[in-house]
């Protein structure tokens, strides 16, 4: 099964910040990959799929950009309401659909 | 309004079995593919299992293959996961998700989930 690791597991940033988080796949997924953002007792909400596109309703301050077996996900300028725990997943190698282990960002 | 609430959680011993239901409203539920997702306690995102919107394809992981079955009536717009064999690292709250509006398996509607402790 395609494994996929993310960075940092967690990090600290201010209001304001450019925050970048990295997803990287085992072997290539083309661009078959997706963002969410969950918040605590919450259940996670799609960001960003096919690698870059931004889902309807999602702030354009976030971005993604990737193919292949590396992946990030971008946000411009961090708000108080992107603190959170971010999650990559692929699906190109159905049915072993997997999940990344996870990104918190805390304020600083 | 456009959700789907799951329902069935519980604490259940091991080796019995549950039965989650996942209760869709808001859109034409036959047309989507759908999916059960699980959350272990303070844990990541596990995949769990899908079934195609006629209900004739279905693809389990390998944690739960044998144990678990994934069903859907969409006459009563309700997706199914039949747990069985239950084991205590089966324990987590477990999501129903909509296979999102491009037909890929990315997930674009969750529910809030229905947590499921199997403890002795």
């Known amino acids: 099964a395609i494994q996929l690791t993310q960075s940092p597991s967690s990090l600290s940033a201010s209001v304001g910040d450019r925050v970048t988080i990295i997803c990287r796949a085992s072997q290539g997924i083309s661009g078959a990959l997706a963002w969410y953002q969950q918040k605590p007792g919450k259940a996670p909400k799609l960001l960003i799929y096919?690698?870059?596109s931004l889902e309807s309703g999602v702030p354009s301050r976030f971005s993604g950009s990737g193919s292949e077996t590396d992946f990030t996900l971008t946000i411009s300028s961090l708000q108080p309401e992107d603190f959170a725990t971010y999650y990559c997943?692929?699906?190109?190698?159905?049915?072993?659909?997997?999940f990344g282990g996870g990104t918190k960002v805390e304020i600083k | 309004q456009v959700q789907v609430v799951e329902s069935g959680g519980g604490v259940v011993q091991p080796g019995r079995s549950l039965r989650l239901s996942c209760a869709a409203s808001g859109f034409t539920f036959s047309s989507n593919a759908m999916h059960w997702v699980r959350q272990a306690p303070g844990k990541g995102l596990e995949w769990v299992a899908v079934i195609s919107n006629d209900g004739n394809n279905k693809y389990y992981a390998d944690s739960v293959k044998g144990r678990f079955t994934i069903s859907r009536d969409n006459s009563k717009k309700t997706l199914y996961l039949q747990m069985n064999s239950l084991r205590r690292e089966d324990t987590a709250v477990y999501y129903c998700?909509?296979?999102?509006?491009?037909?890929?398996?990315?997930?674009?509607?969750w529910g809030r989930g229905t947590l499921v402790t199997v403890s002795s």
């Open positions: 096919g690698a870059s």
């Open positions: 997943q692929q699906f190109n190698n159905y049915p072993g659909l997997t």
């Open positions: 998700a909509r296979t999102h509006s491009s037909g890929n398996w990315y997930f674009d509607l």
